[in-house]
Each structure stands twice: as C-alpha cells, then as structure tokens.
C-alpha cells in the first residue's frame, strides 16, 4: 500500500504563486510516475502534471506549460508541483496520483491509476 497526502494549497491573489507537496509513504519503491490532477466544481478531473521517476522527466498539460513546475525530491519522498502568476480559472482541488510498476497507455486520463491522495484546495481570487 502507498499512501498519498497533499499539502500547500490556500487562497492567494490572481499572479501569485503556490507550491503543492505530495509526501508519499509505504510501498514506493515500485512508482513509475505520479502525476497531478484538478477538478474544479462540476467539472471532469483533468490532468495537469506528471512526472516520472525514472528520469525524472516532466509534462505538463499545454495551459500549464510555463508556469507550473513540477519536481522531486527523492530523500524526502516528495512531489512538488510550483505554480507561479496564478489565474483564478486553475481554482480546484489538486489531486496527485501515483502510478506502480510502468507506464500506462493515457497517462493524462485519472482512470488507472492506483494511489490518489485526499486532495488540496487552490482558490485564486481575483
């Protein structure tokens, strides 16, 4: 089992900026790749990040290109995701998600994936 717990969302002002953590614990040696999802009120959760961590290699959804940041800190067991000159269309709850053993076909649709952490909220006024 890998538990997944979310921190560092809040409110702030339209331009600021956020760093969400995902500290995974238990089971993690088999992550191929955690990623981040939002869901925002009656609406599909979408895919904004991903990150595998076998090269540490990053992608992002093409309205996050540029100001979100997504990274790793391995000692730490800690996904980080920064997110600088918000807008207050990224309000949601962020989720990050990890996925055991390989790569998945759409590594973007949030079916499939095994571990999901408790979520955090963004809210950006403004």
């Known amino acids: 089992q890998v538990q997944l717990v979310e921190s560092g969302g809040g409110l702030v002002q339209a331009g600021g900026s956020l760093r969400l953590s995902c500290v995974a614990s238990?089971?993690?040696?088999?992550?191929?790749?955690v990623n981040w999802f939002r869901q925002a009120p009656g609406k599909e959760r979408e895919f904004v990040a991903t990150i595998r961590f076998s090269n540490d290699q990053t992608n992002y959804d093409d309205s996050m290109k540029g100001r979100f940041t997504d990274s790793r800190d391995s000692a730490k067991n800690t996904v980080y995701l920064q997110m600088e000159h918000l807008r207050p269309e990224v309000t949601a709850v962020y989720y990050c998600?990890?996925?055991?053993?390989?790569?998945?076909?759409?590594?973007?649709?949030?079916?499939?994936?095994?571990?999901w952490g408790q979520g955090t909220q963004v809210t950006v006024a403004s």
């Open positions: 998600a990890a996925l055991m053993g390989g790569p998945m076909i759409n590594c973007r649709h949030p079916g499939g994936y095994d571990y």
């Open positions: 238990g089971r993690t040696s088999r992550t191929y790749a």
